[in-house]
Protein backbone atom coordinates (compact mmCIF):
# COMPACT_ATOMS: atom_id res chain seq x y z
CA UNK A 1 0.00 0.00 0.00
CA UNK A 2 2.80 2.24 0.78
CA UNK A 3 4.51 1.83 -2.41
CA UNK A 4 1.57 2.61 -4.59
CA UNK A 5 0.15 5.84 -2.56
CA UNK A 6 -0.23 8.13 -4.80
CA UNK A 7 1.99 11.61 -4.20
CA UNK A 8 -0.13 14.81 -3.71
CA UNK A 9 1.96 16.85 -6.35
CA UNK A 10 1.46 14.04 -8.94
CA UNK A 11 -1.61 12.15 -8.38
CA UNK A 12 0.77 8.71 -9.25
CA UNK A 13 3.26 6.66 -7.04
CA UNK A 14 6.50 7.14 -6.86
CA UNK A 15 8.29 5.05 -9.57
CA UNK A 16 11.32 4.48 -7.75
CA UNK A 17 9.49 2.61 -5.01
CA UNK A 18 7.25 1.16 -6.76
CA UNK A 19 9.58 -0.29 -9.07
CA UNK A 20 11.70 -1.27 -5.92
CA UNK A 21 8.59 -2.95 -4.31
CA UNK A 22 8.05 -5.17 -7.57
CA UNK A 23 11.41 -6.31 -8.00
CA UNK A 24 11.26 -7.99 -4.30
CA UNK A 25 8.04 -9.48 -4.92
CA UNK A 26 7.78 -10.77 -8.02
CA UNK A 27 4.53 -12.82 -6.74
CA UNK A 28 2.74 -9.29 -6.88
CA UNK A 29 3.94 -8.74 -10.19
CA UNK A 30 2.20 -12.30 -11.32
CA UNK A 31 -1.21 -11.02 -9.14
CA UNK A 32 -1.46 -7.90 -11.11
CA UNK A 33 -0.93 -9.45 -14.69
CA UNK A 34 -3.61 -11.79 -13.72
CA UNK A 35 -6.10 -8.95 -12.66
CA UNK A 36 -5.40 -7.48 -15.98
CA UNK A 37 -6.95 -10.24 -17.94
CA UNK A 38 -9.94 -9.95 -16.24
CA UNK A 39 -11.72 -6.49 -16.80
CA UNK A 40 -14.17 -5.11 -14.22
CA UNK A 41 -18.13 -5.78 -14.37
CA UNK A 42 -20.70 -3.45 -13.81
CA UNK A 43 -20.80 -3.72 -9.95
CA UNK A 44 -21.30 -6.30 -7.38
CA UNK A 45 -24.24 -8.17 -8.44
CA UNK A 46 -22.59 -8.96 -11.32
CA UNK A 47 -19.08 -10.04 -10.84
CA UNK A 48 -17.50 -13.24 -9.79
CA UNK A 49 -16.05 -13.98 -6.13
CA UNK A 50 -12.63 -15.85 -6.08
CA UNK A 51 -11.78 -17.40 -2.77
CA UNK A 52 -7.80 -17.43 -3.50
CA UNK A 53 -6.88 -19.36 -0.63
CA UNK A 54 -6.62 -23.28 -0.62
CA UNK A 55 -8.34 -25.18 2.30
CA UNK A 56 -8.34 -29.45 2.85
CA UNK A 57 -12.11 -30.80 2.07
CA UNK A 58 -12.40 -33.64 4.22
CA UNK A 59 -15.01 -36.51 3.82
CA UNK A 60 -16.87 -39.10 6.19
CA UNK A 61 -13.70 -41.74 5.63
CA UNK A 62 -11.04 -39.18 5.91
CA UNK A 63 -10.44 -38.87 2.23
CA UNK A 64 -9.04 -35.32 1.81
CA UNK A 65 -8.43 -33.19 -1.25
CA UNK A 66 -7.22 -29.38 -1.55
CA UNK A 67 -10.17 -26.99 -2.90
CA UNK A 68 -10.45 -23.44 -3.80
CA UNK A 69 -13.70 -21.86 -3.98
CA UNK A 70 -15.77 -19.53 -6.38
CA UNK A 71 -19.02 -17.76 -6.48
CA UNK A 72 -20.14 -17.16 -9.87
CA UNK A 73 -23.21 -14.96 -10.70
CA UNK A 74 -25.93 -15.78 -12.55
CA UNK A 75 -27.12 -12.39 -13.50
CA UNK A 76 -25.97 -11.47 -16.62
CA UNK A 77 -22.64 -9.96 -16.79
CA UNK A 78 -22.18 -6.04 -18.16
CA UNK A 79 -18.89 -4.53 -18.74
CA UNK A 80 -17.92 -1.70 -16.27
CA UNK A 81 -18.74 2.01 -17.22
CA UNK A 82 -15.97 4.28 -18.58
CA UNK A 83 -14.25 6.86 -16.52
CA UNK A 84 -14.25 7.47 -12.92
CA UNK A 85 -17.36 6.68 -10.60
CA UNK A 86 -18.79 8.09 -7.03
CA UNK A 87 -17.98 7.11 -3.95
CA UNK A 88 -21.20 5.25 -2.69
CA UNK A 89 -22.09 4.05 -6.49
CA UNK A 90 -21.17 0.39 -6.23
CA UNK A 91 -23.12 0.44 -3.81
CA UNK A 92 -25.82 2.39 -4.60
CA UNK A 93 -25.99 0.16 -7.70
CA UNK A 94 -26.81 -3.02 -5.78
CA UNK A 95 -29.51 -1.44 -3.54
CA UNK A 96 -31.15 -0.97 -7.52
CA UNK A 97 -30.18 -4.32 -8.69
CA UNK A 98 -32.88 -5.72 -6.45
CA UNK A 99 -35.24 -3.67 -8.18
CA UNK A 100 -35.27 -6.81 -10.96
CA UNK A 101 -35.52 -9.29 -8.06
CA UNK A 102 -33.40 -11.44 -5.96
CA UNK A 103 -29.58 -11.86 -7.09
CA UNK A 104 -27.97 -15.51 -7.02
CA UNK A 105 -24.18 -16.90 -7.17
CA UNK A 106 -23.47 -20.40 -8.15
CA UNK A 107 -20.85 -21.87 -5.18
CA UNK A 108 -18.12 -23.72 -7.56
CA UNK A 109 -15.64 -25.42 -6.24
CA UNK A 110 -12.28 -26.50 -7.74
CA UNK A 111 -10.57 -29.60 -6.84
CA UNK A 112 -6.81 -29.32 -6.63
CA UNK A 113 -4.29 -31.97 -7.46
CA UNK A 114 -1.33 -33.26 -6.05
CA UNK A 115 0.90 -30.57 -7.69
CA UNK A 116 -0.99 -27.07 -7.50
CA UNK A 117 0.29 -24.57 -5.19
CA UNK A 118 -1.47 -24.71 -1.64
CA UNK A 119 0.68 -21.91 -0.47
CA UNK A 120 0.92 -19.37 -2.93
CA UNK A 121 -2.54 -17.50 -3.47
CA UNK A 122 -0.94 -16.13 -6.57
CA UNK A 123 -0.97 -18.67 -8.18
CA UNK A 124 -3.29 -20.08 -10.08
CA UNK A 125 -4.79 -23.78 -10.97
CA UNK A 126 -5.12 -25.17 -14.30
CA UNK A 127 -8.50 -24.23 -15.77
CA UNK A 128 -8.72 -28.25 -16.21
CA UNK A 129 -9.30 -29.21 -12.68
CA UNK A 130 -12.30 -30.75 -11.55
CA UNK A 131 -15.29 -28.60 -10.43
CA UNK A 132 -18.36 -29.32 -8.44
CA UNK A 133 -21.63 -26.98 -8.13
CA UNK A 134 -21.93 -27.09 -4.59
CA UNK A 135 -24.97 -24.73 -4.03
CA UNK A 136 -26.46 -21.35 -5.15
CA UNK A 137 -26.12 -17.87 -2.85
CA UNK A 138 -29.44 -16.16 -3.03
CA UNK A 139 -29.97 -12.72 -1.73
CA UNK A 140 -33.27 -11.30 -1.39
CA UNK A 141 -32.71 -8.19 0.45
CA UNK A 142 -30.33 -5.65 1.73
CA UNK A 143 -29.68 -4.33 5.08
CA UNK A 144 -27.81 -0.78 6.48
CA UNK A 145 -25.07 -0.88 8.65
CA UNK A 146 -27.18 -0.96 11.63
CA UNK A 147 -25.46 -3.08 14.63
CA UNK A 148 -26.76 -6.59 14.57
CA UNK A 149 -26.31 -6.98 10.80
CA UNK A 150 -22.96 -7.80 8.95
CA UNK A 151 -21.43 -4.87 11.10
CA UNK A 152 -20.86 -7.20 14.57
CA UNK A 153 -19.98 -10.12 12.80
CA UNK A 154 -15.75 -11.40 12.35
CA UNK A 155 -15.20 -12.72 8.98
CA UNK A 156 -12.39 -14.80 9.60
CA UNK A 157 -11.30 -17.55 7.39
CA UNK A 158 -9.75 -19.81 9.68
CA UNK A 159 -13.26 -20.04 12.18
CA UNK A 160 -14.51 -23.33 9.79
CA UNK A 161 -16.50 -26.18 10.24
CA UNK A 162 -16.20 -29.51 10.47
CA UNK A 163 -14.78 -31.59 7.38
CA UNK A 164 -12.87 -27.99 6.08
CA UNK A 165 -9.47 -27.06 7.37
CA UNK A 166 -6.88 -24.48 6.30
CA UNK A 167 -3.98 -25.39 4.29
CA UNK A 168 -0.18 -23.93 4.45
CA UNK A 169 -1.12 -20.55 2.80
CA UNK A 170 0.47 -18.18 4.85
CA UNK A 171 -2.29 -15.86 4.04
CA UNK A 172 -4.96 -17.32 5.89
CA UNK A 173 -3.07 -16.50 9.16
CA UNK A 174 -2.51 -12.96 8.52
CA UNK A 175 -6.36 -12.66 7.38
CA UNK A 176 -7.01 -13.44 10.40
CA UNK A 177 -5.07 -11.38 12.07
CA UNK A 178 -6.27 -8.09 10.30
CA UNK A 179 -9.82 -8.96 10.52
CA UNK A 180 -9.95 -9.43 13.87
CA UNK A 181 -8.23 -5.89 14.24
CA UNK A 182 -10.55 -4.80 11.71
CA UNK A 183 -13.41 -6.05 13.71
CA UNK A 184 -12.32 -4.48 17.26
CA UNK A 185 -12.17 -1.25 15.41
CA UNK A 186 -15.72 -1.74 13.63
CA UNK A 187 -17.05 -2.29 16.36
CA UNK A 188 -15.49 0.19 18.52
CA UNK A 189 -16.85 2.99 16.51
CA UNK A 190 -20.18 5.40 17.36
CA UNK A 191 -23.09 3.93 15.95
CA UNK A 192 -23.64 6.68 12.96
CA UNK A 193 -26.14 6.85 10.11
CA UNK A 194 -23.78 5.81 7.10
CA UNK A 195 -24.33 7.71 3.77
CA UNK A 196 -25.35 4.81 1.41
CA UNK A 197 -29.78 4.72 2.25
CA UNK A 198 -31.38 1.94 1.45
CA UNK A 199 -35.04 2.39 1.78
CA UNK A 200 -38.64 0.74 1.23
CA UNK A 201 -38.61 -3.00 0.45
CA UNK A 202 -35.25 -3.29 -0.15
CA UNK A 203 -34.12 -2.91 3.90
CA UNK A 204 -36.89 -6.00 5.38
Request: zero cysteines; aromatic letters at 6%.
Amino acid sequence: MLAFKALPDTGQPDPEKKAAFLAEHPETVRAMELAKKHPPTSGFADSTFNGLNAFHFTNGSGGSVPVRWSMVPLQPVRAAAKGPIGRNELFETLIDAFDGGPLRWRLVLTIGGPEDPLDDATLPWPDSRRTLDAGVLTLTSVHTEASGNARDINFDPTVLPRGIAVSDDPLLSARSSVYARSFARRTGEPDTKGTVKVTGKHDD
